[in-house]
């Protein structure tokens, strides 16, 4: 069983996950040469910001601190199908992330949040796949 502090560390990779997505998502929007994907990303990359507000929040409550160290991001080419293939990929991957944690987390207020948060990140994929589709 996890303790207060694994909970900790899963909660910090998570925000620091929701941080690189929200300046990948905002960096994207402002170059995507088509309105619709741009105003949705921009939209989506709010929407993790948020996220990044409900984690710090479970984080700071339970002793912790978030951490705002990030790796290099990996932006993707500048055509509008790469970049939301990315956008879907990195949605995926919340998705796994957080449906792994809400398993084998024992903590009420952690895993109501984290099921709130998976609820979204799979509507932010579907919105992706909706404006990729739309583009064949």
């Not at 990779?13 to 905002?26: H, P």
Request: glycine share 4%; proline share 1%.
């Amino acid at each position: 069983m996890l303790d207060t502090e694994d909970i900790i560390k899963l909660l910090n990779e998570d925000f620091v996950r929701e941080l690189e997505t929200s300046m990948i998502y905002v960096y994207n929007s402002f170059i995507m040469k088509d309105c619709d994907p741009s105003r949705v990303t921009e939209a989506i990359s709010v929407d993790e910001m948020r996220h990044m507000w409900w984690l710090a929040d479970l984080i700071t409550k339970r002793g912790g601190k978030p951490t705002m160290e990030h790796k290099e991001l990996d932006f993707s080419d500048d055509d509008l199908k790469s970049m939301l293939k990315r956008q879907i990929q990195l949605e995926s991957e919340g998705i796994d992330r957080y449906n792994y944690q809400i398993e084998v987390i024992y903590d009420d207020e952690v895993v109501g949040v984290l099921k709130h948060i998976l609820d979204e990140e799979k509507r932010h994929r579907k919105e992706f796949k909706m404006r990729l589709e739309g583009m064949d």
